[in-house]
C-alpha cells in the first residue's frame, strides 16, 4: 500500500503555527514511506473563505519547505461530486430525507434541554415511508447512521477511542439548498484522493467517529487515523497569539530560517530519544505515528530561538547574504552597493556565528554597510572621549597604514608589536579601533572586521574617529 497523507487547511486566516505543524508531520509520513503528500483547500465556507488566505497557505506551506504532490484540490470546487454520493446513499436507503423545519427542531432542542436531556435530533423522519413526505416542503438528507453499538476508532496516537452509537445522531449530508455539509465533503475528498492516513490536530477527533459512519455507509475503506493533540503556550494554557499562535510568515519576518522551524515544529510532539537537532533528512528517515506524544505540547520562543541560532551558523553563507541584502535595504532605506554586499558575504562567518535570527544579524551587520562618518552608539562614544584610547589608535594607525599585506594575520601581528612596545596589552586596542570600525563595542573578532572593510575604509573610519565631527546616527554606504 501507497501511504497517502495530506493537509487540508480552511482558508480563513493565514497559515498558523499549529497547521504548520500538522502540514510537517503528513509531509513527513509520507516522504518516509515514499508515499504522497497531497494539499487540499476547504474552502466550502464561501463567507469566511479569501484568496488571500488560500495564497498566504501556498506560501507559507512553500516557505516551511513541504512540497506537496500534484496540483491542490479545491474543496468547493467538488461540491457536485459530494451531493452524487449523498444521493447514493438515498438510493440505497442509507440515508433519508427529513423534512423538520427549523422551528420544529428549536422546539425538539428547546424540550430535551428542559429535560436535561442530551440534544439530539431523534430521527422523525428516519423511519417514514416516502408518501408521508409532504409536497414541496424543502429537506435536508441525513444519513441513517447505527443507532446501536459502538464505533471504534483505532487511533495512531490516541489509541481505541470509542462511542456509544446512541450517542451519535444522523447528521446532515446535504442542507435544504442542496450544499453538502463539511463532513460529507472531507470524507468523500479523503476517500476520492484515496487517503491512507488522517493525520490532524486532536481537536477533530469527534468528527472522526461520524465520518468513520459515513465510510461505512459508502461502502469504503476507512483511512488510518492519528489526532496530535494540540499546542499550548509556555504556561500550559490553549496557545494564543501572545504564546505564539501566529501566522508561519510570521515567524518568517521575525527572522527564523525554515529549517529550524521544521525542526522546532517535529519535536512540538514529537520525540526521537533525547535529539534536540534533528536535521530534515533524519526526520524523514526517523518520523513515526508512535513516537507522537499524547500530551499537548508547549511552545517556547527560546527554544526556538536557540535552535534557529544553531541553524544560522550552519547555513551556507551565501545564501544567508542573499537573506540578509533586503533587510539591510529595508533597514537603512537604501540599495546596497556590490562593494557592500561583497563585504557581508566575506564578513558573513563571523557575523552569524553571533546571531541567533536574521534580524539581530540584521543589526550586528549593519555597520559593515554604514557610509562614513560612522555613527558611534553610547558606549563606543565614551571609549572615544578618552584620551588615552585615542592616542591608542592613533599609534595603531601608524603602525598598520604601510601594511604591504592587510589580513588578519598582519593587523594583528601589528597589534602585537604595538603592546609590546608600549608595554601594553593586546586587548587594550581592542577597545577604540571597535568603536571606530564598528560603531560599538561587540563586532565579530576586529582584525577581522579589518580585513573585510579592507585597508582603505578602516583608515578612514579610523581617520574619523580619531578627528572629525559625528553624525548622532548612521547613513547607508
Ligand atoms: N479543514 C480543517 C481545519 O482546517 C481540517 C479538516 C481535516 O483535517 O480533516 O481544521
Given at each position: 500500500m501507497t501511504v497517502v497523507t495530506r493537509f487540508a487547511p480552511s482558508p480563513t486566516g493565514f497559515l498558523h503555527i499549529g497547521g504548520g505543524r500538522t502540514a510537517l508531520f503528513n509531509w513527513l509520513f509520507a516522504r518516509h514511506f515514499g508515499g504522497k503528500f497531497l494539499l487540499r483547500i476547504e474552502d466550502t465556507d464561501r463567507a469566511r473563505s479569501t484568496e488571500a488566505a488560500v495564497e498566504a497557505i501556498f506560501d507559507g506551506i512553500r516557505w516551511l519547505g513541504l512540497d506537496w504532490d500534484g496540483e491542490a484540490v479545491m474543496q468547493f470546487a467538488r461540491a457536485g461530486r459530494h451531493a452524487e454520493v449523498a444521493r447514493r446513499l438515498l438510493d440505497e436507503g442509507k440515508a433519508y430525507r427529513c423534512y423538520c423545519s427549523q422551528d420544529e427542531l428549536t422546539a425538539?432542542?428547546?424540550?430535551?434541554?428542559?429535560?436535561?436531556?442530551?440534544?439530539?435530533?431523534?430521527?422523525?423522519?428516519?423511519?417514514?415511508?416516502?408518501?408521508?413526505?409532504?409536497?414541496?416542503?424543502?429537506?435536508?438528507?441525513r444519513l441513517k447512521a447505527p443507532n446501536e453499538g459502538e464505533t471504534i476508532i483505532a487511533d495512531l496516537v490516541q489509541g481505541d477511542v470509542r462511542v456509544a452509537n446512541d450517542q451519535l445522531d444522523d447528521m446532515v449530508l446535504l442542507r435544504a439548498d442542496g450544499t453538502?455539509?463539511?463532513?460529507?465533503?472531507?470524507?468523500?475528498?479523503?476517500?476520492?484522493m484515496g487517503i491512507t492516513h488522517v493525520i490532524r490536530g486532536d481537536d477533530h477527533l469527534t468528527n472522526a467517529f461520524r465520518q468513520y459512519q459515513l465510510y461505512k455507509a459508502c461502502?469504503?475503506?476507512?483511512?488510518?487515523?492519528?489526532?496530535?493533540?494540540?499546542?499550548?503556550?509556555?504556561?500550559?494554557?490553549?496557545?494564543s497569539k501572545r504564546h505564539g499562535a501566529l501566522g508561519v510568515d510570521a515567524y518568517r519576518d521575525m527572522g527564523f530560517l525554515p529549517e529550524a522551524m521544521r525542526n522546532y515544529l517535529l519535536r512540538l510532539g514529537w520525540s526521537h530519544g533525547d535529539d534536540e537537532i534533528i536535521s530534515t533528512g533524519q526526520a524523514i528517515e526517523w518520523f513515526n505515528l508512535d513516537s507522537v506524544g499524547r500530551s499537548p505540547s508547549r511552545f517556547d520562543f527560546v527554544k526556538l530561538?536557540?535552535?534557529?541560532?544553531?541553524?544560522?551558523?550552519?547555513?551556507?553563507?551565501?545564501r544567508l547574504t542573499g537573506l540578509l541584502v533586503p533587510l539591510l535595504?529595508?533597514?537603512?532605506?537604501?540599495?546596497?552597493?556590490?562593494?557592500?554586499?561583497?563585504?557581508?558575504?566575506?564578513?558573513m562567518t563571523g557575523l552569524k556565528e553571533r546571531a541567533k535570527t536574521m534580524l539581530e544579524l540584521a543589526d550586528s551587520a549593519l555597520f559593515y554597510v554604514a557610509g562614513r562618518p560612522l555613527a558611534l552608539d553610547e558606549k563606543a562614544a565614551r571609549t572615544m572621549a578618552d584620551e588615552t584610547a585615542i592616542a591608542d589608535l592613533a599609534a595603531y594607525r601608524t603602525e598598520v597604514k604601510g601594511l604591504e599585506s592587510w589580513t588578519r594575520d598582519t593587523l594583528e601581528d601589528a597589534a602585537r608589536r604595538l603592546a609590546e612596545a608600549r608595554g601594553q596589552k593586546l586587548g587594550k586596542i581592542a577597545q577604540p579601533l571597535?568603536?571606530?570600525?564598528?560603531?560599538?563595542?561587540?563586532?565579530?573578532?576586529?582584525?577581522?572586521?579589518?580585513?573585510?572593510?579592507?585597508r582603505e575604509e578602516s583608515l578612514g573610519r579610523i581617520e574619523d574617529a580619531l578627528g572629525g565631527t559625528r553624525p548622532t546616527e548612521s547613513s547607508a554606504a
Open positions: 425538539i432542542r428547546e424540550d430535551q434541554r428542559a429535560k436535561g436531556l442530551p440534544m439530539r435530533y431523534p430521527g422523525i423522519w428516519r423511519d417514514r415511508a416516502a408518501s408521508e413526505a409532504p409536497e414541496g416542503v424543502p429537506f435536508v438528507v453538502p455539509t463539511y463532513m460529507l465533503s472531507v470524507v468523500v475528498d479523503d476517500h476520492d461502502g469504503w475503506e476507512v483511512p488510518t487515523f492519528a489526532h496530535i493533540p494540540l499546542i499550548h503556550g509556555a504556561d500550559g494554557a490553549k496557545l530561538t536557540n535552535l534557529n541560532g544553531h541553524y544560522m551558523r550552519d547555513a551556507d553563507d551565501g535595504e529595508a533597514k537603512t532605506g537604501t540599495v546596497l552597493s556590490g562593494k557592500a554586499v561583497a563585504r557581508l558575504r566575506t564578513g571597535r568603536a571606530a570600525l564598528a560603531g560599538s563595542s561587540v563586532s565579530p573578532p576586529i582584525f577581522e572586521v579589518m580585513e573585510v572593510l579592507g
